[in-house]
């Protein structure tokens, strides 16, 4: 391992520099800049592949290495260095970002082949994928919010990539903002949880803060509010509840940016945080009981939300809010969650990936309608598409044997387990998980039916469907496949779960409250239930073109259970009236009553520029003054020594 | 009976290289014919300055074993005054290379002849002939050499000697601007002025100490064991009735001659108008080494002061220490708040050097020596940033354009179709479009001024302010972070103009405004430019308030803001000095590593 261990700043390093490029080299680029971008990711992907295949060579108790890069700042006490954390999970992400974004990338290339723009288009998805590599590979909390604060710049950039020249130009640029600022609350979390663990542990590498001892050493009350504010990070990286709203929004992005930092990836990063300060949040089970109710009614929140919108990318965005609540469900759990949180969220990244390409795909079939009621039978047209969304479908339904299934399982089975002295956790969040299931088997059979299926085509006037390039359809046909099969390779016989032991720990095998065969199965019948009331609604029945008025549920969750209302009524409107108090007495108490520090500094400006009338004798003057001045001050502070 | 001193004849090479190649610079004035001398003494004068640096370089690891006084302490060089040399012979040489760069117009930012009396037929004719002033560059070695010499004499007398070699040339420098000439005579003049005063301080401080002591230097000379400031303070001396007085007021004297050079509030006012005056390649040199050279003087005279009474009467060092403190306080808040209404860009920058003076300051202030390393590295990070900035300056230009007259894409004539830097922020708008790559070196040297983390000057600042906080001055350090916050606000809206907002040259504008009030500007500087047709107003002194000047320009022809090209030089300077901004910034452990070295010793 160690002879390999140098490619580990090349992860980084070669989007960095493809990015740069990009950037920086303007217009020469714009012939080749798409092709250097994805090499840029694919270089990451193959340096991944040889440093997961060392790793996987070498003995688990070594499976965890921090490389040293440099020593930023040293100075007394504190010493900031810039390190790199290679491990089962870091590695983990590693290939997930450098896999599935090179596929997003050269589906890209296809995808924005018309953009004049392109080329900036490449250079964002690198700088995204710099940020994320640095993200996961980070070995301190630095260096981690480094790559935070990277990925919501790349994301603000490519959410906002269209604001000029189309009609949508100014809605992107809001969602762009609205994606910014939810994430800026987050952010201040975790600067929050830094401080409060540099002042706790006066370090913030993991080796250190994350050690026995230094958990150890932080009281509970600490070590909760420290859980809690990296809760808030998380919640707004991860549009978790309260936090949620601007991930629908983020749909006026790219597709691709929507599939790579929407789906898979970025929004990921909360459920990362969560499990690399598993050792935190085990030491505050307040802040865990709290994790496990943000993921539980998110998980709720997305899929209700996901069964009334129209817009093929909102529905999937609701249900990726939803399939993080999974994950941060299980992440709350502790050592018997971690690993199947990441599980799902290793094969969610797969199938989301895959759903998110295939509704691009056929966007760019419809002419960028993104209207489902506006699609239907579009499957004879598609037939590549057609059969890889089918099996994400499947994967997200959960259906044994595709990947959904062993991942979603492992958490639902997780939910289940008593916690000693609160036995209702294990059937309320136990429950929440089996309902959140069915949801999500109604929400996705509805969207994959009313696209693909459906007795006749609902089109708008001149829609000639066809498959899109190979360029496309070969990332499509990757993800499709790992949407079938990742979860039985990875999941059969516990691999996954094994190969993540040397950092989330092995966890204690405690019997869920009901036999692991009835939750399957009850589960299982669930899902089909709810797949086949979908099918009746969606499939057999005709979908009318315009969307019927619906249930008030319908209704709420069609504008996303009044999201956007809730955060006008509870945090716009009250901001508002605090600042028009704040306005108000700025103008009638402190103007009036405190206007002296206004006066006292037009004032000091006013003397200062008396003074610097560029008259020499008035600046010799002012020395000499200074000079008695100075005198005079000492004499008085202090006192002339000798004299006393 | 005579004896030969013992002379380490390398540990003065740095100063014999740079000083010996300015004599030779004068000869080559005599005897090189002129077409080739300018690139002689261009040649010459970077020659020297990086003799002078590998002498330092090999010199280094030997002094940071053990120092070494050379003739009985008049060179003294311990590991921050060599570290002091080192910066100010690379700032130098970036400094040159910016000076020597005459772009795209074919002309430097000199007069023709700086004799001539501005406006007459014969600077007309000197300018049509083409003359140069190639004397600059042997000016620019003495005070480069008057400099390293500052900052690393343990002789009050020689420490004088050496701040007459570096003012002297920098004064006169001050007086060459090829353009707004009389503003240029007036900041030299004023100059001189200030600094004959500043130097009489200085002295009479040295005669108080001398008083007191019997000697001029503070370590002694190793052959007279107990004569020296030092070995006085601690026989006692300072016991004595009226003795510390003695002490106090001197060492306050000396200081605030060093102060003045530092650009110190109340020591400050000088600065605005004489960096604003000056030609601009010329500011940028004397505002980042003159500031190395009068810190590190300033370190060395307070430290070994401070040294020799903290055994003795530690009641004199906490009043020294109140001095910087006061100081450092008023120069904090003068320069951050008048800069924050300037509306020139040298202006700016002369109050952010003003405001750098206050941060550095505050590290000095701490009284430990750790410091020394900290302050070695504020030093050089703000001069790198400060060459680069003050070298992009040169860059920007007014332009005349006469519609119809072929002009604006015709040959650049002797008058000037490219006329004088466009100082004015308004006149900065949209530049981030015309010239991006400069745009953005400017905006890393703002960036690093401001104390951005992954710049030089977060790791400067992080230090001085540590600096401060480890001396137990928590409130200071407190204070120079809000400061610093002030000060970013004035360095991002100048960011602001260039990249966000348009430019300004509608060409269906006849009216040009070519200056405006400027809060606390001296109305020097409200004449804008003597070359063109454009008449300028407002002279100096005509009286206390700002003067508004707004010069009707025909139809017929506007002034535009144009970016002109480097011939090279500058462009280099600007590329180094920003790659090094930013490699200080991510990657500063070896520079901190080196400069670490030199707190072992008493500075």
């Keep these: ?644 | 009976m005579f004896e030969a001193p013992e002379i380490d004849w390398l540990a003065l090479a740095p100063l014999i290289v740079v000083l010996g190649a300015g004599v030779v610079g004068v000869l080559v004035e005599a005897f090189v014919p002129a077409r080739a001398r300018r690139m002689t003494q261009i040649v010459l004068t970077l020659a020297a300055l990086a003799g002078g640096f590998a002498f330092i370089a090999v010199l280094w690891p030997q002094i940071v074993v053990q120092p070494v006084q050379v003739v009985g302490g008049s060179v003294t060089l311990t590991p921050f005054a060599l570290g002091a040399q080192g910066i100010i012979a690379v700032l130098a040489f970036l400094g040159v290379l910016v000076v020597a760069d005459r772009t795209a117009t074919g002309q430097d930012a000199f007069a023709p002849t700086a004799s001539a009396v501005p406006g007459t037929s014969y600077e007309d004719l000197a300018r049509r002939s083409g003359l140069e002033q190639t004397e600059i560059y042997p000016l620019l070695l003495f005070a480069a050499g008057g400099m390293m010499l500052f900052a690393s004499t343990d002789d009050l007398i020689v420490m004088f000697i050496a701040l007459e070699v570096l003012s002297l040339p920098l004064y006169v420098l001050c007086a060459t601007a090829r353009r707004r000439r009389l503003l240029s005579q007036e900041a030299a003049a004023k100059y001189f002025l200030l600094g004959a005063f500043a130097s009489a301080l200085f002295i009479f401080g040295v005669a108080l100490i001398y008083g007191f002591a019997g000697s001029v230097r503070f370590f002694g000379d190793p052959s007279r064991p107990g004569v020296g400031v030092l070995p006085a303070i601690q026989s006692g001396a300072a016991q004595g009735e009226g003795m510390s007085v003695l002490l106090v007021a001197g060492v306050l004297l000396v200081v605030v001659g060093l102060l003045f050079k530092v650009g110190a509030v109340p020591f400050h006012a000088w600065t605005p108008d004489v960096y604003t005056g000056a030609p601009t390649p010329i500011t940028g040199f004397m505002a980042a080494c003159t500031k190395v050279a009068a810190v590190a003087a300033l370190v060395q005279v307070l430290y070994r002061v401070a040294i020799g009474v903290q055994t003795v009467d530690p009641e004199i060092m906490r009043q020294l220490q109140m001095v910087i403190v006061v100081v450092a306080v008023l120069t904090m808040a003068v320069g951050t708040i008048v800069g924050s209404v300037q509306t020139d860009v040298k202006r700016l920058l002369a109050y952010s050097s003003i405001a750098h003076a206050g941060f550095l300051l505050v590290g000095v202030a701490g009284f430990n020596s750790q410091v020394q390393a900290s302050t070695l590295f504020y030093l050089l990070a703000y001069g790198i940033a400060t060459i680069g900035a003050f070298g992009v300056v040169t860059l920007v230009r007014e332009r005349r354009v006469t519609p119809g007259s072929g002009e604006h894409n015709g040959p650049v004539g002797d008058d000037g179709v490219v006329l004088g830097e466009a100082t004015e922020i308004a006149q900065w708008a949209g530049l981030g479009r015309k010239a991006p790559w400069l745009t953005a070196a400017f905006a890393l040297f703002l960036l690093s001024m401001a104390g951005i983390p992954l710049t030089a000057g977060f790791i400067a600042k992080f230090g001085a302010f540590t600096g401060a906080a480890s001396g137990g001055l928590w409130w200071l350090a407190v204070l120079g972070v809000l400061a610093s916050v002030v000060a970013v606000a004035f360095y991002l809206r100048l960011l602001v103009v260039m990249v966000f907002q348009r430019a300004q040259d509608d060409p269906a504008e006849p009216l040009v405004k070519l200056a405006e009030t400027t809060p606390g500007a001296a109305p020097g500087e409200a004449e804008v430019s003597t070359s063109g047709d454009v008449s300028t107003g407002a002279t100096a002194g005509a009286g206390a308030t700002a003067t508004l000047t707004t010069v009707q320009v025909t139809t017929a022809q506007r002034i535009e803001v144009t970016v002109v090209r480097s011939r090279g030089p500058a462009a280099v300077a600007i590329a180094v000095c920003a790659v090094a901004t930013v490699i200080l910034g991510v990657f500063p452990s070896p520079v901190l590593a080196l400069v670490e070295q030199a707190s072992k010793f008493v500075p």
């Design chain 1, 1 to 644: 391992m160690n002879d390999v261990i140098g490619l580990a700043p090349w992860l980084v390093g070669f989007p960095l520099i493809g990015a740069a490029i990009l950037l920086l080299g303007g217009k020469a680029t714009d012939r080749w800049g798409h092709w250097l971008g994805v090499l840029a990711s694919a270089a990451s992907a193959v340096i991944g592949f040889i440093l997961m295949f060392r790793m996987i060579g070498t003995p688990a108790e070594e499976r965890s290495i921090d490389h040293h890069l440099w020593t930023w700042l040293s100075a007394g006490g504190l010493d900031v260095d810039l390190g790199l954390r290679l491990d089962p999970l870091s590695l983990t992400f590693v290939m997930l970002v450098t896999f599935v974004g090179t596929l997003i990338h050269v589906y890209s290339v296809a995808y924005m082949d018309h953009d004049p723009h392109r080329r900036r288009f490449f250079g964002y998805l690198n700088l995204f994928v710099a940020a994320m590599l640095t993200l996961v590979l980070a070995d301190s909390y630095l260096l981690l919010f480094v790559g935070w604060e990277g990925v919501g710049l790349a994301s603000y950039l490519l959410i906002g990539f269209w604001d000029t020249g189309r009609p949508s130009a100014r809605e992107n640029a809001v969602a762009a903002k609205k994606a910014f600022v939810m994430n800026r609350i987050g952010d201040m979390g975790l600067i929050a949880a830094m401080a409060l663990l540099f002042a706790g542990t006066g370090a913030l590498d993991f080796g250190t803060t994350l050690s026995d001892d230094a958990v150890g050493s932080l009281s509970e009350a600490t070590a909760t509010a420290i859980g809690l504010c990296l809760l808030l990070a998380a919640c707004g990286k991860s549009a978790q509840f309260p936090l949620q709203a601007w991930l629908g929004d983020a749909m006026a992005g790219p597709t691709p940016v929507s599939a790579l930092i929407h789906a898979a990836t970025m929004v990921t990063a909360g459920v990362y945080l969560m499990v690399r300060s598993g050792p935190i949040l085990e030491a505050a089970p307040t802040a865990q009981l709290v994790v496990v109710i943000v993921g539980a009614v998110t998980l709720l929140f997305g899929a209700v939300v996901g069964t009334a919108k129209d817009d093929i990318k909102k529905a999937l965005a609701a249900s990726t809010m939803s399939q993080i609540g999974y994950m941060m469900l299980a992440a709350g759990l502790g050592p018997a969650g971690y690993a199947f949180a990441i599980f799902h969220l290793l094969t969610h990244g797969f199938f989301k990936a895959g759903l998110f390409l295939g509704a691009g795909s056929v966007m760019h079939a419809m002419g960028d309608q993104t209207d489902m009621r506006r699609f239907g039978g579009l499957s004879r047209f598609l037939p590549i598409t057609w059969i890889t969304m089918g099996l994400g479908w499947l994967a997200i339904l959960g259906i044994p044997p595709f990947s959904g299934f062993w991942s979603k399982d492992g958490i639902i089975e997780a939910a289940f387990m008593p916690v000693e002295g609160q036995p209702w956790r294990a059937w309320v969040f136990g429950s929440v998980a089996v309902l959140g299931a069915a949801i999500t088997a109604f929400y996705m059979t509805r969207l994959f039916f009313m696209t693909f299926g459906g007795r006749r085509p609902r089109w708008t006037e001149n829609q000639h469907p066809h498959e899109s390039s190979p360029l496309m359809w070969w990332p499509l046909v990757f993800l499709g496949v790992g949407s079938a099969a990742l979860g039985a390779v990875l999941g059969i016989g516990g691999t996954f779960v094994t190969w993540l032991e040397p950092v989330v720990g092995h966890a204690e095998h405690h019997e869920p409250v009901l036999p692991v065969p009835v939750i399957i199965t009850t589960t299982l019948v669930v899902v089909v239930l709810g797949a086949l009331l979908a099918f009746r609604m969606y499939a057999v029945a005709l979908v009318p073109e315009e969307a019927p008025r619906g249930s008030v549920l319908t209704r709420a969750a069609r504008r996303d259970l009044y999201q956007d209302t809730a955060n006008e009524t509870l945090v716009l409107k009250p901001a508002h009236g605090v600042a028009r108090l704040v306005q108000v007495g700025d103008r009638d108490v402190v103007d009036r009553g405190w206007s002296v520090l206004p006066q006292a500094v037009s004032w000091f400006g006013a003397v200062f520029r008396k003074a610097q009338s560029g008259y020499v004798r008035s600046y010799a003057a002012g020395m000499a003054g200074g000079v008695l001045v100075i005198a005079v001050v000492v004499w008085l502070v202090v006192g002339l020594g000798g004299a006393q």
